[in-house]
T-cell receptor
Framework: DAKTTQPPSMDCAEGRAANLPCNHS???????VYWYRQIHSQGPQYIIH???NNETNEMASLIITEDRKSSTLILPHATLRDTAVYYC???????????FGPGTRLSVLP | KAGVTQTPRYLIKTRGQQVTLSCSPI?????VSWYQQTPGQGLQFLFE???????NKGNFPGRFSGRQFSNSRSEMNVSTLELGDSALYLC??????????????FGPGTRLTVL
């Protein structure tokens, strides 16, 4: 079973920030938080990952709470092309057996 | 740098047949993982190969098998196909050598339909 829980769906207005939450209350000290997204029928696309510090790259920001029991993926200026299913995964690094939950279906609305 | 490639992209088989799917990882990546995606079960991990050895295995029957070659290319095989094996089969590769930079990169998948 997935070790994460995410809301099944969210809407966001185009141009606004999309904040996608993820709960991972049983995360272990050596487990990373990964975010991927999947646009219909394509392979999942890596977005960002982190251990305990906040991370930012050209796609998104990842905010991890101090107790590491939850995190938020932030897409700063959502576009229609960001409409996808977003998956939050916790996994030890070097462990390639990701356990995907159902994810959050984000709809960016014009 | 070329991404992960999978062949074929689409495949139609009948029950009882067997099928072999191929995955070429990103150059330099030594780990290849396979996943099955169905509408009912979502994305499920099948197995992972690293340096030609199976390193992790998911909860799938023995009909599902795989291998990895010395150039890191990988194949997965499904024998005695069942209707429930219809799915999108995804391959992912990663460096699996740097603790801080170890994300998986997915290919476009092979859509298998079993009739």
């Amino acid at each position: 079973d997935a070790k994460t829980t995410q809301p099944p769906s969210m809407d966001c207005a185009e141009g606004r920030a999309a904040n996608l939450p993820c709960n991972h209350s049983t995360i272990s000290g050596n487990e990373y938080v990964y975010w991927y997204r999947q646009i219909h029928s394509q392979g999942p696309q890596y977005i960002i990952h982190g251990l305990k510090n906040n991370e930012t790259n050209e796609m998104a920001s990842l905010i991890i709470t101090e107790d590491r029991k939850s995190s938020t993926l932030i897409l700063p200026h959502a576009t229609l092309r960001d409409t996808a299913v977003y998956y939050c995964i916790v996994n030890v690094n070097y462990g390639q057996n990701f356990v995907f939950g159902p994810g959050t279906r984000l709809s960016v609305l014009p | 740098k070329a991404g992960v490639t999978q062949t074929p992209r689409y495949l139609i088989k009948t029950r009882g047949q067997q099928v072999t799917l191929s995955c070429s990882p990103i150059s330099g990546h030594r780990s290849v993982s396979w996943y099955q995606q169905t509408p009912g079960q979502g994305l499920q991990f099948l197995f992972e190969y690293f340096s030609e050895t199976q390193r992790n295995k998911g909860n799938f029957p023995g009909r599902f098998s795989g291998r990895q070659f010395s150039n890191s290319r990988s194949e997965m095989n499904v024998s005695t196909l069942e209707l429930g094996d219809s799915a999108l089969y995804l391959c992912a590769s990663s460096l699996a050598t740097n603790p801080s930079y170890n994300e998986q990169f997915f290919g476009p998948g092979t859509r298998l339909t079993v009739l």
